[in-house]
């Protein structure tokens, strides 16, 4: 066979064999072609001996059992015809099909991850074994990429968990734990992991004593015992949840259950025809392929240590174990929960002494939120409340690896923060600032090392948003910047690291979408048909409703830091500073272009709103639901081009990653750019044309005029 081996046939006893996974130069087992082809040469071995009492199956890495199929084999696959693709399936499914036909009990002995195409292979086993590791998870996660499993998973599953656990599991894409695994009878027992394989070998004896696996095989390849009432009803609540959830836009959690109702009658050999012909319509689908990208826009960021190049290979970051936060409002309280949650101890200061006191039992609450309770996990607050330090003496700063301002968005007051706080830190600390408007290079220019700052950017809320941006000055150096990006990830945040220019990145792409809304009000657009434009092409919400949560004020205040610095392309709308003179400050005051004056604080419309906006609105034009899309969204792609061509950002995936992360830009799409690619640089050309008349902001950029002229793509041809 060629290249190295993953698996290893060994034989801890005369009469158990035991396959062992372990993908050499790689932390994670993957199912790649070769490695099935490997599975299949081993079961041919295996299945020609009559002197075997079982065999075992196991993962050389500690924590890692198999993470899947082979996703670069995916993407190379997408363009395959369908046909192809559902034979694709019936060869995973024949061979670890095999599995459940042995003439010996199989047993999966899993610790660590175990999931898409490892949790199939586990299920095509007599015996699932699962360790009590803290790592060790099963789950079928297929759907995040468009799919479902394909290799038996939609067959085998229901068999043997039922099928309301089995459509849990497949349509929700999330993985359960051991116990859990057990409390469903997909795990056998739960063992120790340094006991998982001796428990595997007394396992085999069993079962070989009481025949109880044979049973098992026999109810597992027939039908469901189901009624059609009970199949109806399920099929009814599981749609019901599914749509609330995909909202139309995610076709694969319906169609995994479709494709589990449909098979319930049958035998899993037809549930498995079923569950090919349904993945093959699936497969290459473009939520397939822009969830793919997803998929590698967080894995490329997972090794992206912020800098290009030798440098980033030469240099190392440092480890941050205590951070500094100043100001507890909002975004410091946030930003200090995050980092209690991960271990990071905390200073944190605030000029009002009494936000400080109050703010510290919120801020370990955060920390210890639970999503399972939806609330704080009392114990963990207690666990981490050492960890939470307030500050009394500046000298406290003095041990933080990192600190980071968040006070009020005002110049002059971060730089006597800085002014007050440079001198207690160490040789080796950085200072940075959560600043969402001001340029860093700007509020270095006054400290006194410069090379050691930086901006680091939280969203809001902070608990939520993943993305972080790191932005550099000037002067910031190459170590602060391996640092910031590495103390980011340690807190579980996804960073991108930024060169210093007007609202960074995500915020600039934010803007001359928001202010797009504002224009089209302005030429009579309706709210409710703007918003729908924008949820319809998968925003989570609409400009508008956004607005509102912004809050009018801070939306006025940072569109005229934009406006400020792009003034020929975004031009600031009367509507806003007449908002906030009535009061009308969104959510927060209870009324914005919405009015929350509810139960719920849900945003329902205001019949003032009409009135209050009459002598601002200018025309009566009527949109098209295309149009209105276009107007939305070609401003956000064109200032994405202008933030490359200014070398704001160092790739178009962090662009990609950016949005979805930072705004919630929808995942089914790729990605701006990833989507921009897909219709193509000279159809998004042509779609401008007809928007010439609205202003230079829809102006074609250079780089997408050299782009349509020679036909290649924002994202470099190989990922
Ligand atoms: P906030 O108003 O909730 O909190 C600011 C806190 O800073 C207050 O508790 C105030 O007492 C304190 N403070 C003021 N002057 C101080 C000083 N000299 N020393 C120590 N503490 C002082 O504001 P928020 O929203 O938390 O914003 C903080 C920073 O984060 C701003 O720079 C803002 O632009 C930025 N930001 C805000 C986001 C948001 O959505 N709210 C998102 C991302 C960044």
Not at 282 to 298: D, M, R
Not at 553 to 579: K, Y
Not at 683 to 700: A, D, F, I, N, Q
Request: negative net charge; hydrophobic residues 45%; charged residues 25%.
């Amino acid at each position: 066979m060629p290249g190295a081996q993953t698996l290893t046939l060994s034989m801890p006893e005369p009469d158990v064999a035991l396959l062992t996974f372990d993908t050499p130069d790689k932390s994670a087992n993957v199912l790649a072609s070769a490695v099935l082809d490997e599975l299949s040469a081993h079961l041919d071995t295996l299945e020609a001996r009559d002197d075997l009492a079982g065999l075992i199956i196991q993962s050389g890495k500690p924590g890692m059992f198999i993470a899947g199929a082979d996703l670069r084999e995916f993407v190379a696959s997408l363009d395959i015809e369908k046909e192809k693709i559902a034979q694709m399936c019936r060869r995973g499914q024949t061979l670890f099909g095999r599995l459940s036909k042995c003439n010996f009990v199989t047993v999966a002995a899993i610790d660590g991850i175990c999931v898409g195409g490892g949790a199939e292979l586990a299920i095509w086993c007599d015996r699932r074994l699962m360790s009590s590791g803290e790592k060790t998870e099963i789950g079928f996660p297929e759907v995040k990429l468009g799919l479902f499993p394909g290799w038996g998973g939609t067959a085998r599953a229901p068999r043997m968990v039922g099928l309301g656990n089995a459509v849990e599991m497949i349509t929700g894409g999330e993985s359960i734990d051991a116990n859990a695994a057990r409390g469903m009878n997909l795990a056998s027992d739960v063992v120790a992991p340094a006991g998982l394989l001796p428990a595997a070998i007394a396992m085999i004896r069993q079962e070989q004593a009481t025949g109880d696996y044979l049973r098992d095989r026999q109810t597992w390849s027939g039908p469901l015992p189901i009624s059609e009432a009970e199949l109806g009803f399920l099929g009814a609540t599981a749609s019901a949840v599914i749509r609330g959830k995909t909202r139309g836009h995610y076709p694969a959690p319906e169609a995994a259950l479709e494709v589990m109702l449909e098979a319930a009658a049958s035998d899993v050999e037809a549930a498995c025809q079923l569950e090919a012909d349904g993945m093959a319509q699936l497969f290459g689908s473009s939520v397939n392929a822009s969830l793919l990208n997803v998929f590698f826009l967080t894995d490329r960021n997972k090794k992206d240590v912020g800098i290009d190049g030798d440098a980033g290979s030469n240099l190392q970051p440092a480890a941050v174990h205590s951070a500094g936060v100043i100001g507890a409002g909002i975004m410091g309280a946030g930003i200090a929960a995050a980092n209690i949650r991960r271990g990071v101890s905390i200073v944190i200061d605030d000029a009002s002494k009494e936000t400080l006191r109050k703010n510290a039992q919120s801020i370990l609450e955060e920390a210890a939120f639970d999503r399972a309770l939806k609330g704080p996990a009392a114990h963990r607050v207690a666990e981490l409340a050492p960890i939470l330090e307030l500050c009394t003496i500046d000298q406290q700063f003095a041990g933080c690896d990192v600190v980071i301002e968040a006070v009020v968005e005002n110049l002059d007051v971060k730089r006597q923060v800085f002014a007050r706080i440079e001198p207690q830190l160490s040789d080796t600390a950085i200072l940075a600032s959560n600043t969402s408007t001001i340029p860093i290079t700007s509020m270095a220019e006054k400290v006194k090392h410069p090379e050691r700052f930086c901006g680091i950017h939280f969203f809001n809320p902070v608990r939520r948003m993943k993305l972080v941006e790191i932005i550099r000055g000037e002067k910031t150096s190459d170590e602060t910047v391996l640092t910031a990006v590495a103390y980011a990830k340690r807190i579980g945040k996804m960073p991108i690291v930024l060169n210093d220019g007007p609202g960074f990145l995500v915020n600039r792409l934010l803007f001359p979408y928001m202010s797009e809304a504002l224009a089209l009000l302005a030429e009579g657009a309706k709210i409710k048909d703007i918003d729908r434009a924008a949820k319809a092409f998968g925003m989570p919400m609409g400009p508008i409703e956004l607005y509102d949560l912004v809050g009018i004020d801070t939306a006025t205040f940072a569109g005229q830091v934009m406006s400020d610095a792009f003034p020929e392309r975004i031009v600031g709308s009367p509507i806003l500073p007449a908002m906030v003179h009535a009061g009308r400050l969104g959510k927060k005051s209870g009324l914005g272009f919405f009015n929350y004056q509810n139960k719920r604080g849900r945003p329902e419309p205001d019949p003032g709103l009409d009135t209050f906006l009459a002598e601002y609105i200018q025309g009566d034009r009527t949109f098209t639901r295309d149009e209105l899309t276009d107007r939305l969204f070609m401003p956000m792609l064109l200032e994405a081009t202008r933030a490359l061509e200014d070398n704001i950002v160092r790739d178009p995936r962090d662009i990609d990653l950016g949005l979805i992360f930072g705004l919630g830009f929808p995942p089914f799409k790729g990605g701006l750019m990833f989507w921009a690619d897909r219709v193509g640089a000279k159809t998004l050309v042509e779609k401008l044309k007809p928007m010439e008349s609205v202003g230079v902001r829809m102006k074609p950029t250079q780089l997408l005029l050299e782009l349509a002229e020679s036909g290649k793509t924002f994202y470099p041809s190989t990922m």
